[in-house]
């Protein structure tokens, strides 16, 4: 591969990952600077384990490659697997922008008759070539050329070249299954999992103890999230059998760690303890509807737990990983998206329920009490939904400045003595059988030494404080416009009039109606008072490059009336 500059180099850096389970066999490489050639080879690896004791053996290998830009890169390596194979790997010869494929291709060579399971996207495949005893099946890219990162675009999946196979019928780890469907595959893992349930009888004993006084699934669950939360943390765990088989509860009850099987297995076996039942369950976190026809832990990246409640037909689905995340609460990586419950007679693909968009919103109030030089005290209240409401999950970890940043981020001023005045949420009043929407409200001052500009008797007063600015794009749009889930945010500002100053102009009113989103702007005055009320409601949406002049003005005419401004003429009573 040809590697014309420094943010060229990491696509070109061999990468790979072995385990208990795969051995690197022959590696080789070469670099072409200006005509010179250099080797490299197996013994050039960089190799580091990293599985911080809870995978067998998991390591990472690597080899940097310098040179003179633009210089050419050839590499080629063979993985020896061994204990069998449950997914072949995945074929992802783009990972970025402004990568070019001028020739790739994926070849497995099989034994006769082996059936398999695959996806693939944006590649061509070929006829398969039979012989004798085997059977090689390809799939080929050619002069794919680079994809553009544009504002509200499709997502990358959609538009690299991918291929996912793996084998129907497997063995794996000394044990044999199938990936005809779910169900199967289900059956499958739940095998797996058998007998990494038990805890040691100290600790069933203490988690009886605990939840002694509870009456109720759901209060019995409440108090094992929250031992979940004060007695373990996430570590990641991708490789060999750990990345299917969860780490015994009894080691994550010794050690305090795990990662997202461990975790939820973990909460499983101690509410099995305290007779709750629940069910693990794999998920996609980064697609909600799985690829059709591939039935294969191969495109999954995350487990979690479903714990139905008996006493109100609820079911609460755990972020096992971040116990932060409020009981009842589905977050924006889970709701809506298809998942495969693993019960002991197998999986079930079924889909979590998703949240109206109307939910999905935030406010903002700014009083601005603005003073006869142009400076100004701000008193602000700012109020998150739904989704909107998951940056404030980790409130109380943030520092001070952290969380400054957060909340004046685009501010058109610099803010000096800010303090946060009082902040709610109702993130722990999840009530089972009643809706519950994750809600914060935080209340904030500060001053800004010039916030209105003073010129010939007038000050100009900027309408909002936050910089709304949406981007936009001079060149010809190649993506289509893709707004994956509909929004409502509305500003309303509050501008007190200092003594000598009167309105001389408010800004024009705007209503904007279109197929992706609407807004609206008003200006009102009272007394000493000027009331701006703006407001912006996307939709959830999808249209082709063609539609994005007219999506362009919209922007365009949004981005005005954020930066449009109350003028005030000295002289008033």
């Known amino acids: 591969m040809l590697v014309n500059n420094e943010k060229g180099l990491r696509h070109a850096t061999p990468i790979i990952y072995t385990d208990s389970f795969k051995t690197i066999g022959g590696f080789s490489g070469e670099i072409e600077d200006g005509g010179r050639k250099s080797k490299f080879g197996k013994k050039d690896l960089f190799t580091q384990s990293i599985s911080s004791g809870l995978a067998e053996d998991s390591y990472i290998s690597a080899y940097q490659p310098s040179g003179r830009y633009p210089f050419t890169v050839r590499y080629e390596y063979t993985v020896n697997y ?58 080929k890219v050619e002069d794919f050329q680079p994809f553009k990162n544009e504002f509200l675009m499709p997502p990358g999946t959609e538009l690299v070249p991918v291929v996912y196979v793996a084998p129907r019928q497997f063995e794996y780890a000394l044990t044999s299954g199938s990936q005809s469907d779910w169900k199967e595959y289900g059956l499958w893992l ?11 009888e100290s600790a069933i004993a203490k988690l009886q103890e605990i939840t002694k006084d509870c009456s109720s699934d759901y209060e019995k669950l409440k108090v094992l999230y929250n031992h979940l939360r004060e007695t373990t943390r996430y570590v990641a765990i991708e490789l060999g059998i750990g990345k299917l088989k969860p780490i015994a509860a009894s080691e994550v009850e010794r050690s305090g760690y795990g990662d997202c099987k461990a975790l939820s297995n ?6 099995k303890a305290v007779g709750v039942p629940s069910v693990y369950y794999i998920i996609n976190t980064k697609r909600a ?5 591939f039935t294969s832990t191969g495109q999954m990246n995350h487990a979690m737990l479903a714990v139905p409640l008996r006493e109100s037909g609820d079911t609460v689905f755990v972020e096992c990983t971040n116990p932060r995340i409020p009981l009842g609460y589905r977050h924006e990586d889970v709701a809506g998206h298809q998942i495969v419950l693993i019960h002991p007679e197998g999986g079930e693909l079924t889909r979590v329920g998703a949240y109206a968009d109307s939910l999905s919103r935030s406010t903002q109030r700014a009083d601005v009490l603005l003073a006869a030089d142009g400076s100004a005290d701000f008193n602000v209240r700012q109020e998150y939904f739904l989704d909107l409401a998951e940056s404030f999950f980790d409130w109380d970890d943030m520092k001070p400045e952290s969380r400054q940043r957060f909340l004046t981020e685009g501010f058109k001023m610099h803010p000096e003595s800010f303090r946060i005045n009082w902040n709610r949420d109702n993130f722990d009043s999840f009530t089972p059988g009643q809706p519950f929407c994750p809600a914060e409200s935080i209340d904030f001052s500060f001053n800004a030494p010039i916030y209105g500009r003073t010129e010939n008797g007038r000050m100009f007063v900027p309408v909002n404080p936050v910089s709304k600015k949406m981007p936009t794009q001079k060149s010809a749009r190649v993506n289509d416009i893709c707004i994956p889930a509909a929004y409502t945010h509305a500003d309303t500002t509050v501008v007190h009039i200092p003594e000598g100053y009167v309105v001389e102009s408010m800004p024009d009113a705007v209503l904007l109606d279109t197929p992706w989103a609407c807004y609206s702007s008003a200006a009102s005055s009272s007394g000493d008072r000027v009331t701006i ?19 362009k003005d919209f922007i365009l005419k949004v981005n005005q009336s954020y930066d449009s401004t109350l003028v005030l003429k000295s002289g008033g009573k």
């Open 533 to 551: 009320v703006q407001s912006i409601s996307f939709k959830k949406y999808r249209s082709g490059k063609d539609t994005y002049p007219a999506f």
């Open 266 to 271: 973990y909460l499983y076996a101690m509410l």
């Open 190 to 200: 739940s095998g797996l999992q058998q007998g990494s349930d038990v805890l040691p």
């Open 82 to 139: 061994k204990g069998g194979i449950e997914t072949f790997p995945v074929f992802a010869p783009m990972g970025a922008v402004n990568v070019l494929i001028k020739s790739a291709s994926y070849t497995l060579d099989l034994p006769a008759g082996t059936e398999i399971v695959s996806y693939s996207h944006n590649v061509q495949e070929l006829p398969p070539v039979h012989t004798k005893d085997r059977v090689q099946l390809q799939w």
């Open 289 to 293: 509807t799985l690829f059709p026809g």
